[in-house]
């Protein structure tokens, strides 16, 4: 399994509604692209000095299904999107796989980095 965590810092005139457009692009991405096994994108809620301002953590069975979500049509059209309205995008892909843990009280998935 390969997890993809893109993170953008907009640039200081991206406006509050082409955040959220952006946002509502990138989590319709599912939704017209198969092969994604998980995908989660949010706004940052800390607003510290060394915060980005959406990140986006996505899984996929393998670097093939990866490579067919980034050369995708609207992944292009979203990424485009993204460059244009962020002053800098910093991402990073690696091994995983995951487990299922059980236990008497709880049953919980869990990744684990290769």
């Given at each position: 399994m390969l997890t993809h965590i893109v993170?953008?810092?907009y640039k200081p005139e991206t406006t509050p509604e082409q955040r959220?457009?952006?946002?509502a692009?990138?989590?319709?991405l599912p939704n017209v692209?198969?092969?994604?096994l998980s995908f989660s994108v949010g706004a940052d809620v800390l607003h510290l000095d060394?915060?980005?301002?959406?990140?986006?953590?996505?899984?996929y069975t393998d670097e093939a299904a990866l490579d067919a979500y980034t050369i995708h049509p609207e992944?292009?059209?979203?990424?485009a999107m993204g460059k244009q309205i962020a002053e800098?995008?910093?991402s990073v892909d690696?091994?995983?796989?995951q487990l299922t843990v059980s236990s008497q009280h709880s049953e919980r998935l869990i990744t684990v980095n290769c």
């Open positions: 993170c953008w810092k959220t457009e952006h946002i692009k990138l989590r319709n692209i198969p092969d994604i060394r915060s980005y301002d959406t990140g986006l953590v996505a899984t992944h292009q059209t979203v990424a800098k995008v910093v690696f091994n995983s796989y």
